[in-house]
């Protein structure tokens, strides 16, 4: 038996996107955003939905450029901090003492001590009442040195966290439960 | 030191949405999709990007209306099937022995086995090259009754599984890592 609990913003998993954009004064920020994901494969782009209130969407709208950094698990409170405070306010980088390290390919920081980079420009945007889902294509992705190695999983080698909006955790990644493409095969 | 592993589909996680809708016959269809996530937060959206060349887009421009199911690891034999075969071919629900259940709020069904199901309507989309990026206004989300008790955790407890796009792997959730809008204060 199923039971309603009502009409509410919640899927599983979300991704822990740390988004940089550069403001007007050219200072580098930085800001949690979990609702997102990928959104398409060829061009590659990703979503990722920003509160107008926020300086992301302000300086989005100025640049047309972001970055998504994710997170390791010993990066937890740091991408925590990045959600709670706004750049307005303080300086991300300096408070948390991480580095920002200006894109090879669009106009936006990256914070260097998270395992994966990604390089987005944004190309389409969408009004969703309480959000704007902002789509950003693909440029590049940078993952630590050692990730990049042939046979290396840079998600769960990185332990790149996730989150769980409902129940406001972090999680590590999870064990592998089934292969893609393969476990299904015996129903066909 | 970074290293570029080029523009490619590649975030995490992602989820395992199994979108559920009805044909033109009225046959229920449900098919996998992992480019998506969460879009807004009132009125409560999500996001899937579906190719136009899948049943689920032909019938997502008929109905306007789809679910999402989540399915827990004892499901992921399923849930890769279905998106391994087109409804075109077969159907999923009798060649799996899973039960398709009409929606109370909107014209589609969802997997009555699987512990979350999410029931939507279609409001806005948005061509992306590849796929095509539907929003999907939230009406209501059903648990499995044992889900939905004081304390309840529907994610963790029912063993939903994401997907690791870029090593075709399903994943069980996570442990914790750290505690949301908590871990981060420290630095404030």
Same mark, same amino acid.
């Given at each position: 038996?199923?039971?309603?609990?009502?009409?509410?913003?919640?899927?599983?998993?979300?991704?822990?996107?740390?988004?940089?954009?550069?403001?007007?004064?050219?200072?580098?920020? #930085?800001?949690?955003?979990?609702?997102?994901?990928?959104?398409?494969?060829?061009?590659?782009?990703?979503?990722?939905? #920003?509160?107008?209130?926020?300086?992301?969407?302000?300086?989005?709208?100025?640049?047309?450029?972001?970055?998504?950094?994710? /997170?390791?698990?010993?990066?937890?409170?740091?991408?925590?901090?990045?959600?709670? #405070?706004?750049?307005?306010?303080?300086?991300?980088?300096?408070?948390?003492?991480?580095? /920002?390290?200006?894109?090879?390919?669009?106009?936006?920081?990256?914070?260097?001590?998270?395992?994966?980079?990604?390089?987005?420009? #944004?190309?389409?945007?969408?009004?969703?009442?309480?959000?704007?889902?902002?789509?950003?294509?693909?440029?590049?992705?940078?993952?630590?040195?050692?990730?990049?190695?042939?046979?290396?999983?840079?998600?769960?080698?990185?332990?790149?966290?996730?989150?769980?909006?409902?129940?406001?955790?972090?999680?590590?990644?999870?064990?592998?439960?089934?292969?893609?493409?393969?476990?299904?095969?015996?129903?066909?």
């Amino acid at each position: 038996m199923k039971k309603s609990i009502g009409a509410q913003p919640a899927t599983f998993p979300n991704p822990v996107f740390i988004v940089g954009t550069y403001g007007k004064d050219g200072a580098p920020d #930085v800001a949690t955003f979990a609702w997102g994901g990928t959104a398409a494969s060829d061009p590659p782009a990703l979503s990722v939905s #920003v509160r107008p209130s926020r300086l992301t969407y302000e300086n989005l709208l100025l640049k047309k450029a972001f970055t998504v950094s994710l /997170p390791s698990a010993q990066y937890a409170a740091e991408a925590d901090y990045f959600g709670i #405070v706004s750049g307005r306010d303080a300086d991300k980088f300096a408070k948390t003492g991480l580095t /920002p390290v200006r894109a090879e390919f669009v106009d936006a920081p990256y914070v260097e001590e998270f395992p994966v980079n990604i390089e987005c420009v #944004v190309t389409q945007s969408l009004e969703l009442g309480s959000h704007v889902l902002f789509v950003g294509e693909i440029k590049d992705i940078k993952v630590d040195e050692a990730l990049a190695a042939a046979g290396a999983n840079p998600w769960a080698d990185g332990k790149v966290i996730t989150f769980g909006a409902n129940v406001n955790q972090y999680l590590a990644p999870g064990e592998e439960a089934a292969k893609a493409f393969s476990a299904g095969l015996k129903y066909r």
